[in-house]
């Protein structure tokens, strides 16, 4: 129950007071409510839980996450950082 | 649905094994299950251990992906996973499901659930054999399908099975809130909602436990942001880091409380930061607070928590079916064997129980975990850990 996914809007309309979005999950598109985020725009990832989005997923912050992960990936390559031993 | 093959640890077929199966990259998603990322993370954590810590990840999504991606056997020995409260079906009371199973049992009625709960054992029955017995259960991702089903059959009544942590109390309270806005006279709720932090305080407070980091549910901060979780980790001086559901989210997640803990830190910290704000998500914390009050709350294993529950307010009774069903409450029966209880309060493993995968399996399950997709013994099960290494540490 806590599995929320992320997908991107591709449309966002007004129907009866609702926000209804149009959301791509990797192929599979859903109807999903965006009235928890009415900031959300068309090009914009969500996470969803229970046919509701969550939140606007922070691209910038994920970016800036996955980059440091990755630096922190290359210097182990480079064996600047311990190597990790196989598992004992 | 588990293939042995994708379970072998972070062995890094993982990363090609999965989207093998997928035409699509998810974007957001496969990012966070990459080898590449996980092996420094695996590292920085066997760099920094120097003794052993107990750590409990809240939320039983997070278990099942330790448990599918073999992080709890990557893991420096002297970093210990227990596995907490955090399945909303494992938790829902007795009474609650048994309740359910009366409602749908009525004529004219159509009760409409979770997918996952029909299962989940009742005392004497479960949803699935009602429904193979004539009764009208359905199922549905949303509650809001709930609400399309009560407007095209006015006839019948809908009961929507409202069972789940914060995550799906925004949802729940928007389909009671629709549902009063249009008038429906055919539709309402059996709630079952509970709250994280008032669990999470109760088992900190419990002499026996030995947890000394937590890894906190990622959606639910979501909603509610983590500002519950900061008096938590003050009044009890202990590290909680706000954790996603991806293999690296919870590495990273790992890792940041192994280094507080190796440091003598105890703060709150957000991993999940392209998800979770300090503050949450204001628009559903509102509408939860417009439909819902806090409450006493049972929780099936562990007994009363106070406060740590949802239920609906008066202004909405019309909509609560514990309100226009009249059901008594029955004798509720948990089979003898079981130890969910302390399985969920991480006192105990699910290898530990004596009729893991013998007598309970989740074909044929004694107890909620072995058969919730969140639940823990379900995800021993799934993930072949049914070894003595996998039991608990301590008798």
Same mark, same amino acid.
């Given at each position: ?20 979005? !149009? ?6 598109? !859903?109807?999903? %409510? ?55 | ?60 999504? $997070?278990?099942?992906?330790?448990? !599918? ?8 020995? %002297? ?77 019948? $009544? ?53 947890? $000394? ?14 500002? =519950? ?55 559903? %914390? ?20 106070? !406060? ?6 008066? =202004? ?80």
């Amino acid at each position: 129950m806590c599995l929320a996914i992320p997908g991107k809007v591709l449309q966002k309309e007004d129907r009866d007071g609702a926000l209804i979005g !149009r959301v791509d999950f990797g192929g599979i598109t !859903r109807e999903v %409510q965006l009235d928890f985020v009415p900031e959300a725009e068309v090009g914009d990832y969500v996470i969803v839980h229970v046919g509701f989005a969550l939140s606007r997923l922070d691209a910038e912050e994920a970016a800036r996450t996955l980059e440091l992960l990755r630096e922190m990936g290359a210097l182990a390559e480079e064996g600047l950082e311990d190597k990790v031993t196989s598992d004992e | 649905m588990a293939n042995p093959k994708i379970k072998a640890s972070f062995g890094f077929q993982l990363l090609t094994s999965d989207t093998g199966l997928r035409a699509q990259i998810m974007k957001y998603i496969d990012e966070y299950r990459d080898a590449t990322l996980a092996r420094p993370l695996i590292a920085e954590i066997k760099k920094r251990v120097t003794r052993p810590w107990v750590l409990m990840e809240i939320c039983g999504g $997070q278990t099942h992906t330790l448990m !599918r991606y073999g992080i709890d056997e990557v893991l420096p020995p %002297q970093v210990e996973l227990v596995h907490g409260p955090g399945c909303p079906v494992c938790v829902t009371p007795l009474e609650v499901i048994d309740k359910a199973l009366a409602i749908a049992s009525l004529p004219n009625v159509t009760l409409v659930s979770y997918g996952d709960m029909l299962r989940v054992p009742g005392s004497h029955t479960d949803l699935f054999h009602v429904k193979a017995n004539g009764a009208d259960v359905r199922v549905a991702y949303s509650p809001m399908e709930a609400l399309k089903i009560a407007r095209a059959n006015p006839t019948r $009544q809908v009961v929507f099975l409202g069972i789940g942590f914060e995550t799906t109390a925004p949802a729940n309270a928007m389909a009671v809130w629709q549902a009063a806005r249009e008038g429906l006279k055919n539709f309402s709720m059996l709630v079952s909602q509970v709250l994280v932090p008032p669990a999470i305080r109760m088992l900190l407070k419990s002499p026996q436990h030995r947890v $000394q980091g937590f890894i906190a549910p990622g959606h639910v901060c979501t909603v509610m942001g983590f500002e =519950e979780y900061v008096e938590l980790s003050r009044d009890f001086h202990v590290p909680i880091v706000v954790g996603g559901f991806e293999p690296v989210d919870l590495l990273e997640a790992i890792s940041m409380l192994v280094a507080q803990l190796e440091e003598g830190r105890a703060e709150v910290e957000n991993q999940y930061v392209r998800s979770v704000a300090r503050a949450g998500n204001r628009p559903a %914390q509102e509408i939860m607070v417009k439909v819902f009050e806090v409450c006493d709350r049972k929780w099936r294993g562990i007994g009363l928590i106070p !406060r740590s529950g949802l239920s609906l307010r008066e =202004e909405f009774a019309a909509f609560d079916a514990e309100k226009v069903f009249d059901v008594a409450a029955q004798d509720t029966d948990e089979p003898a064997e079981c130890i969910s209880a302390l399985v969920l309060q991480g006192l105990k493993k699910p290898p530990d129980c004596p009729a893991f995968g013998e007598r309970c399996t989740p074909a044929n399950p004694l107890g909620a975990p072995m058969v919730s997709s969140e639940g823990a013994c379900a995800a021993y099960y799934q993930y072949r850990r049914h070894s003595e290494s996998a039991r608990s540490k301590t008798p």
